[in-house]
C-alpha cells in the first residue's frame, strides 16, 4: 500500500507531462505561394454553358396593373472564357443566347397592337368579360458579358464561383397570350385562345445588370433591366428584374 501512494504521485505527474506534450501546437509549416504559370488551364470546365430559371417582375410598376401568377423567365447561354494570365482565378465571360419572359396579368386586357390606342394600355375588366389566363411573352437575343472569380480555377466544378456583369439583347419577339374567354362571374363563355403579336410598344434593345454565386454547377442568378422596357412616352417605365436558379458547366 505504501508502495502504491509513493507511485500515484509519480504517476500523475507523468501524465501532466505527456498532456501538456501531446497539447503543445504543432510547428507551422510555410504557405507556399502557387505559381500558376505552371498549371495548366486551357481544358477546365468553367461555364461554357449556362441554363436560367427564375422569376421575372416588373419594378416601378403602377397599381393599376394587376399582375398574378409566377411570372418566370428563362435564358439559356453558350460562354468563351479567359483567365487572367497573372492571377487565373478571375476571367472573362463572354458570349451568346437568348432569353425568353413572361409577364401573367389577372383579369387585365392589354391592346398590345395599338390599334386603339398610340400607348401600351392595361385595362381592368374584372367588371365585365375577361380572359382568364393572359400573359404578356418578349425574347430578346443577348450578349452577356463577366468578370469571373472561382477560388480553385484549376477545378471550378467543385469550388465556389461569383461572376457580376451586364447583357445586352435585341429583341425579336412580343406577343401575348389570352385563353378562355369569360364573364364577370367566371362562367366561361368560349374556350379558346387569342394570340397578337407587335412590337411597336416595347424596346428594341435591352440593357441589364447582372450578377451569380454559385457552388460547383449550381447556383442563383439576379437580373436588373436600367434601361425602360416599354418605349418612352408609349406606356408606363417599368424595369424588368429576375431571381433564380443557374445551371452552369462545360
Known amino acids: 500500500m505504501k508502495k502504491l501512494f509513493t507511485l500515484l504521485p509519480a504517476l500523475v505527474l507523468f501524465m501532466s507531462l505527456a498532456a501538456q506534450d501531446s ?105 365585365t368579360n375577361h380572359f382568364k389566363k393572359l400573359k404578356i411573352n418578349t425574347t430578346f437575343l443577348e450578349i452577356p458579358v463577366e468578370l469571373r472569380f472561382a477560388s480553385n480555377p484549376v477545378t471550378p466544378n467543385r469550388s465556389w464561383k461569383i461572376a457580376i456583369g451586364g447583357k445586352v439583347g435585341t429583341l425579336v419577339s412580343a406577343y401575348t397570350k389570352a385563353k378562355n374567354f369569360q364573364n364577370k362571374s367566371g362562367g366561361t363563355i368560349n374556350a379558346f385562345t387569342r394570340k397578337e403579336k407587335a412590337k411597336r410598344f416595347f424596346n428594341g434593345t435591352r440593357l441589364a445588370v447582372t450578377g451569380r454565386v454559385s457552388y460547383g454547377i449550381f447556383g442563383i442568378y439576379g437580373m436588373y433591366q436600367i434601361n425602360a422596357f416599354v418605349k418612352e412616352g408609349m406606356g408606363p417605365d417599368v424595369r424588368p428584374f429576375q431571381l433564380g436558379l443557374t445551371l452552369s458547366g462545360l
Open 23 to 127: 497539447t503543445a501546437p504543432a510547428p507551422q509549416t510555410p504557405a507556399v505561394k502557387r505559381d500558376w504559370s505552371q498549371v495548366n488551364l486551357s481544358n477546365r470546365p468553367n461555364d461554357h454553358f449556362m441554363i436560367q430559371l427564375g422569376y421575372n417582375g416588373w419594378s416601378q410598376k403602377p397599381d393599376t396593373i394587376n399582375t398574378r401568377g409566377l411570372s418566370r423567365s428563362f435564358n439559356m447561354y453558350f460562354m468563351f472564357d479567359f483567365p487572367f494570365k497573372t492571377s487565373p482565378r478571375f476571367s472573362v465571360g463572354i458570349g451568346a443566347g437568348f432569353g425568353s419572359d413572361n409577364v401573367f396579368f389577372d383579369k387585365t386586357d392589354i391592346d398590345i397592337t395599338g390599334q386603339n390606342n398610340n400607348t401600351l394600355t392595361f385595362r381592368n375588366v374584372a367588371d
